[in-house]
């Protein structure tokens, strides 16, 4: 057989993901052509059945460790990394692609434009075939093209239901930004590939650990390229875009961009890190950084900066959407903090977070969803007294944002907690105490909202919002793992524990 | 399927049922039924884990746990792992199965006594919510569950005293009894934290075990006493022992099965039981006071219930009465008998509160005795169930009762023996005297002579099915037979000689009572087959106390009945001439020895008090400084006014303006105009760089 293509087919058994993203992307853009306007409403299962069968792929590699397409020229390094770390992060994005095809189903805004719903569920598959590369890219050039297929197919949804104007300026905007950050990281790239030769980050490690080099050269190159990383997980000051294109763009949409395409943005930072310019892993869990980088003060300072600048702005915001997106900006912070301790127990709880911020953040956003397709509103104004008129949703929004504050008996304490403990863990005392500041004015703009919905008087007298089965079904899938996970935690914790090993580490 | 899973479904049946039935209630008529259902399938259960935990593992203890919370090793603390599990003993089981029991009578006895009720759904979910936490009392292996499950049957008994919560009179019932109950509560708090700062742990066994093993709080045996006061605030308040009974007599505005439910046989013996497992870790000293508790817990309400006309009150009074003869008991170190009298308390008082509710249902919500009277011909069956129960509450022979009370009463003795302190064996025959008289006060004032209120008494009828049937079914537990073939000997009977054995203490040898302390050449001489508790010494003392208490118990009881009989049936005395002659006791017992006005004046006043003191200083002192110089206080409050104004309110505004502004500045970044975006990335972007270049 040619070599290539015995590269190719070994390979294969590690990218069955992968491989059934992408069956199912030709599938259900060859339904959609096939199917005539009427049947579309299959498109959404037959994307369910895809997701849950890369799930299962994705499980079945638990435990694999191993390089897929792999270049023997430089000694053996892949450019995929299949590990744990990396299959946790995919199952993540699964899980949250699941709850955003469901929320798709029920959302008015994706209904209207229901004759390219082929295009909409093909476009969350390369969406995700993106991140699901992102996850596990080993190398430069993989880091780049996973980013920009994310980030096209996200351009496309962000606008996708062109009728109205706001959905057009968020994709417009999003473009140009993400144009200029992409751009701005393939200059780091290209700076970093000069200096090492290779776009290989175990390779460049290798050269890391032994030689010296030009550092300045180096230091531009990193920031460069955290550019593009600090534009997929939102962190300050490369923010700018999300309040706008988190505001504009669908709803199911946002949800998916302020869990999925963040998640693999911090996944890609992750490894990006600890591959590149990680000497050791000390017996407590503490890794020992190449001496090249101040990476430390580097990320604490844009951590401090993005929660500090996430929670203030959203002190201000009178849309439910925009003080969310203001909001996810700032649990990047706090999350950005896990990496900043630079320990095996800070990933883990990046990893805990991840989890739990999946099912709050989306059950926030489903529900202010539910709400705006029967008022057509995301104003908090408009939210006055709307807990006499759909209790369920109140509660259960009040729930999310009472979670996502941090406060117990919910999981976002525990998720908080084990970031706190960490921090305190690694003597950062003071960076603790800053976010836990920053939690507390968080804690206005979220009781904000419920004071709207519990205690003012509606202004006109509306009637009772009711929802369907299956949407209840789907919120309680929500909210259960809410309080489940808030009292009993140790699943998750043993879970995150056993898949903070990257590869080689 | 094995005991521990059996009893993890067990503890959850009653949850489902709350859920199921809160949930439904509103639309569904027939969600009552699910509860109903669920408990008696509970109940099942509850008998085939007894019948097997006793057939099969009748000396072994069955305890399983799972890591609840592992936060791994923490700065400062060392390592925490939180576990939580289940112990099966034969005193879980029993209890386990007296709490269904009594939780199942309750639900069919109101079925038709809460008919009509506009909460009635909802009434059986709370009473599920209820036996869900106190199952998981009783099946817990260690003190922080136990501590849980202790605050969620508080908050259940809350909810169902103040069902009716539109009656005021309910509603502040329902908050005295939280509140009371809450007082208690810290100290328990208070004494978990010292045994998991000391120990790491909240099993039962594992501390038991360190303790055994020499580890003490502080170091010092004097901090174990502490620790074991404190946990017991926690029985002294759900146990409503003195000083913190208040609550229990209010409490009997909830509807009369829940009165029986909760406030006679299962939350007010969570108290006891508490105790008995944590009864290994308690020092001698922390015993007696204990046993102190105990014995004015029960002789205070009991002289309170010889004067009260209200039929429940006289119930509750009696309640906290025998609740402090288990504490007695326990803190004389009579650990079975008070475990025996919580089971056979819980059968015969469930039945007399279940009784007064059948009286009160058929007397239209009459709860006056003197208003009542004659009733026996009207409610034979209520009748005569009250009478069974009330023997047996009285300690005459062939009862339950008598069993277990003589078991206590000899323990007593036994005690005097041993020490030659008086006061509990004087307290505890006292007491029994007190009580059989009351009890038969109350029943000859019910049931016997002539109807006093003839409207209300032609109306009362014998009540229907569902409410007679439980009051069957508990008066014959109270029957000796269930517990023992020996009517005058409860020693022989397989509860007490198989079932339950006291357990193997703790404490160092220096700090327990000397009697509990077994003395090592007397081992090596007596080779005796015989099961010894504690030491043969006790064991000895409690043997040759047996018989004169049977004698003295039953002439002491005798003695209250026939006192009774003279006053009330016989009218050979006239109880008003004997107040009238003995006017400032009389008038004691009538208010409850001033109890309420007690706490009222003291606590409640002084809070008042003391806030008109702060306010008097306010007003005197403080202005009288500002207004006594004239002058000066122009130019200064003009100056502390404007400090006022603009610096400390300014602070605080400050802060929340401060916090507003920042968000504003950065909104201002926020122009929605994308080029402005790029160059301030771009601009950031070389602020980055000039921050790290130079490292």
Known sequence: ?505 | MDLITLSVIILFIPLLGFVLTLFTGMNFKWAFLIENVLIVLGFILSVVLLYNKLSGYLDTDIVSEFNWINLGIIPFFGEIIIKLGIKLDNVAVIMNFTVFLISMVVHLFSIDYMKGDKRYSRYFAYLGLFTFSMTGIVVTNNVLMMYIFWELVGLSSYLLIGFWFEKKSASDAGKKAFIVNRIGDLGMFAGILILFVTYKTFSFQEIFNAVAAGQLPFNSEFWLTITGLLLFCGAIGKSAQFPLHVWLPDAMEGPTPVSALIHAATMVAAGVYFIVRIFPILSGDALLIIAIIGAISAFIPATIALTQNDIKRVLAYSTVSQLGYMIMALGIGAYVFAFFHLITHAFFKACLFLGSGSVIHSMHHEQDIQKMGGLRKKMPITYATFLLATLALSGIPLTSGFLSKDGILAGTLAYTSLTGNWFFTFIGFTVAMLTAFYMFRLVILTFHGEPKNKEKYDHAHESPFFMIMPLVLLSGLSIFIWYTPNPFNADSGWVLSKWVKAPTLSVPESARYPFMVEEQKQESIVKQEEEVTFSHEYTHAMHSAHVPTIFLSGFVAGLGILFAFLFYQWKKLDPNKLAAKVKPLYNLSYNKWYFDEFYNSVFVGGTLAFSNFLRWIDNTIIDGIVNGSATLTRGVSKVSGKFDNGVVDGLVNFTAYFSGFIGLLFRKFQTGKVQTYIVLVIFSLLILLFLFKSF
């Open chain 1, 1 to 505: 057989m040619e070599a290539p293509l015995k590269y190719i087919f070994d390979s294969i058994q590690y990218l069955k993901p992968e491989v059934a993203v992408s069956i199912f992307l030709a599938i259900l853009v060859t339904v959609d052509l096939v199917l005539g306007k009427k049947n579309k409403q299959v498109l959404p299962y037959i994307a369910l059945a895809g997701l849950v069968i890369t799930g299962y792929f994705v499980t079945q590699q638990f435990g694999t460790s191993a390089f897929a397409s792999v270049q023997h020229n430089i000694g053996n390094f892949g450019l995929i990394a299949v590990d744990s770390f990396g299959n946790y992060f995919k199952l993540i994005i699964i899980l949250s692609s699941i709850f955003i095809v469901l929320f798709s189903i029920s959302s008015i805004e994706i209904k209207q434009v229901f004759d390219r719903h082929g295009e909409y569920y093909s476009l969350i598959f390369g969406m995700m075939l993106g991140m699901m590369l992102m996850v596990s890219s080993a190398d430069l050039i993989l880091i780049y093209l996973s980013i920009e297929l994310v980030s096209l197919s996200s351009y496309v949804l962000a606008g996708f239901t062109k009728q109205s104007l706001r959905n057009s300026e968020a994709s417009l905007k999003y473009i140009i930004y993400g144009g200029t950050a992409s751009g701005i990281m393939l200059f780091g790239i290209s700076i970093l590939y000069g200096i090492m030769g290779t776009t290989n980050l175990y390779a460049i490690n290798t050269i890391l650990q032994n030689g010296a080099f030009q550092p300045l050269a180096l230091i531009i190159s990193c920031i460069l390229i955290f550019t593009g990383f600090g534009f997929k997980i939102s962190a300050a000051p490369f923010h700018f875009w999300t309040p706008d294109v988190y505001e504009g763009a669908p709803i199911a949409i946002t949800a998916y961009l302020s869990i999925a395409s963040k998640a693999a943005g911090f996944a890609l930072l992750i490894r990006f890190i600890k591959v590149t310019f990680i000497q050791t892993i000390g017996e407590d869990g503490y890794w020992q950084l190449l001496g090249v980088i101040d990476w430390k003060s580097f990320l604490i300072m844009i951590s401090i900066l993005t929660m500090t600048l996430g929670n203030f702005s959203a002190l201000w915001q009178d849309n439910l959407k925009r003080m969310l997106a203001y909001s996810s900006i700032a649990h990047a912070g706090y999350m950005l903090l896990g990496l900043a301790v630079f320990s095996d127990q800070g990933v883990m709880a990046i990893l805990i977070y991840f989890l739990i911020y999946l099912f709050m953040n989306l059950g926030a956003f489903f529900v202010v969803m539910l709400i705006a397709n029967k008022i057509g509103s995301e104003e908090i104004d408009e939210y006055d007294g709307i807990a006499y008129k759909t209790p369920l949703l109140a509660v259960s929004l009040a729930v999310f944002l009472i979670s996502l504050t941090g406060l117990p008996p919910t999981a976002g304490f525990i998720a908080k907690l084990y970031l706190f403990i960490a921090l305190v863990d690694a003597k950062m005392i003071a960076v603790a105490i800053i976010a836990l500041l920053n939690t507390v004015v968080s804690l206005y703009y979220y009781i904000r909202v419920l004071k709207h919905m519990f205690l003012t008087k509606p202004k006109v007298e509306g009637e009772r919002i009711t929802i369907g089965i299956a949407d209840t079904v789907v919120l309680l899938a929500m909210l259960i793992p809410i309080f489940l996970f808030g009292l009993y935690f140790t699943p998750i914790v043993n879970f995150a524990k056993n898949s903070i090993a990257l590869l080689g580490f």
